[in-house]
């Protein structure tokens, strides 16, 4: 393949990516529908407000994927993060008498130092014991939530204080002002989940998934590349628990639950383990069927079917189930990863493409008038 056909299909993904953007910023400016898919024509409060939670959620998937896909770490407490940046915002505005962007800040802070003390310990094991450590400190979080009503607010959950909020993300007038910082957010954390993947980190990160002996022999440190990957993500789910907290004026405790972070694993194998693109299109194909067979549920057209087909169709989570099984039978890379193999065709050394490129980056360290030379 020349030189110009690279450059050609380097940048096709670039300008698609751009082009998703432009149209996702003027849609609400727009008066399209899609019946049985939006509530509603795409300038309308409730079809923004739901494009605006799929984007949350994707968001939150792409942050996901920097573990499971990148650094292939299965973690069963990333939504302690979410929890974090949503309760953090929350608790600041409330309790703290801050403005907006300060108490954004101290979200995010929030969520990292979290992120430290919980990685610096799960780090210390790996594999399955690696997922329970992570559970158990969701669970942990979970349980402060609910047990400290004074301030989170407890079973009730937490609402927004909108006195320290700008007048302009507030309100449903304003809907589409917040479906834009939703956009601008995941713009942010794919821009981020891409830098750590192209950058020396996400190198470390998936050789040391492949093969973390070979990464210690090169005299460089699992631990420090998994723990960075590990708050970075963590950083952005707070980032994305942020926008929630906006976009629903409040949040619960489901927010910081297992059950969460097991939705979120849901969309990016959905979507496909590994893939950015893949982790977004997850993330709002769930939402979006979580939100639409909810009422397909409690339609007429289901309530008068037989019982044998009813008792099934009434439960959107039986319909979500469903389609997961079929997803990890017939397509077992996810949607992109499918994609990928019809018209990428990866070679049969690429799984080993990433440890050559550390042990290059290494010899050049080591030696670099000779690799100049």
């Given at each position: 393949m020349s030189r110009s056909s690279k450059n050609v299909r380097r940048f096709v993904p670039v300008g698609i990516g751009m082009a998703l953007v432009v149209f996702m910023?003027?849609?609400?400016?727009?008066?399209?529908?899609?019946?049985?898919?939006?509530?509603?024509?795409?300038?309308?409060?409730?079809?923004?407000?739901l494009l605006s939670l799929c984007m949350v959620f994707a968001a939150l998937a792409l942050s996901y994927n920097l573990l499971l896909g990148t650094s292939g770490m299965l973690s069963f407490g990333h939504a302690l993060y979410f929890g974090a940046g949503a309760y953090g915002l929350g608790i600041a505005l409330e309790h703290l008498g801050v403005p907006l962007w300060p108490g954004v800040f101290i979200a995010l802070l929030g969520g990292m130092v979290i992120a430290l003390?919980?990685?610096?310990?799960?780090?210390?094991?790996?594999?399955?014991p690696f997922a329970m450590v992570t559970l158990a400190?969701?669970?942990a979080g979970s349980v402060l939530v609910r047990r400290n009503s004074d301030i989170t607010g407890g079973e009730e959950g937490l609402s927004l204080n909108t006195d320290s909020v700008p007048d302009a993300l507030v309100g449903v007038v304003?809907?589409?002002?917040?479906?834009?910082?939703?956009?601008?957010?995941?713009?942010?954390?794919?821009?981020?989940?891409?830098?750590?993947?192209?950058?020396?980190?996400?190198?470390?990160?998936?050789?040391?998934?492949?093969?973390?002996?070979?990464?210690?022999?090169?005299?460089?440190?699992?631990?420090?590349?998994?723990?960075?990957?590990?708050?970075?993500?963590?950083v952005l789910a707070s980032l994305a628990g942020v926008a929630y907290m906006l976009l629903q004026s409040g949040t619960?405790?489901?927010?910081?639950?297992?059950?969460?972070?097991?939705?979120?694993?849901?969309?990016?194998?959905?979507?496909?383990?590994?893939?950015?693109?893949?982790?977004?299109?997850?993330?709002?194909?769930?939402?979006?069927?979580?939100?639409?067979?909810?009422?397909?549920?409690?339609s007429e057209a289901v309530a008068g079917l037989p019982d044998v087909l009813r008792i099934p169709l009434s439960?959107?989570?039986?319909?979500?189930g469903a389609l997961f099984i079929l997803v990890v039978m017939f397509l077992p890379g996810g949607i992109a990863g499918t994609v990928d193999k019809l018209f990428r065709r990866r070679g049969p050394g690429h799984d080993e493409s990433t440890l050559e490129e550390i042990d290059d980056a290494a010899t050049q360290a080591e030696h670099p008038v000779e690799v100049r030379a």
């Open positions: 910023a003027v849609l609400p400016l727009l008066n399209l529908s899609l019946p049985g898919i939006l509530p509603t024509p795409t300038y309308m409060p409730g079809t923004l407000a003390a919980t990685g610096a310990v799960s780090m210390r094991v790996s594999g399955i400190f969701a669970q304003n809907t589409r002002n917040l479906y834009w910082l939703t956009l601008a957010i995941l713009v942010v954390v794919y821009l981020v989940a891409l830098w750590v993947d192209k950058s020396r980190l996400g190198h470390l990160a998936r050789a040391t998934r492949e093969n973390e002996q070979r990464v210690r022999v090169l005299g460089l440190s699992p631990f420090t590349v998994r723990l960075t990957v590990f708050v970075i993500a963590a619960v405790p489901r927010a910081v639950s297992a059950d969460l972070t097991i939705t979120i694993l849901v969309m990016v194998v959905l979507g496909g383990v590994g893939f950015r693109w893949g982790a977004i299109v997850g993330g709002v194909l769930y939402t979006l069927l979580d939100q639409r067979l909810t009422v397909l549920a409690g439960e959107p989570l039986f319909l979500l």
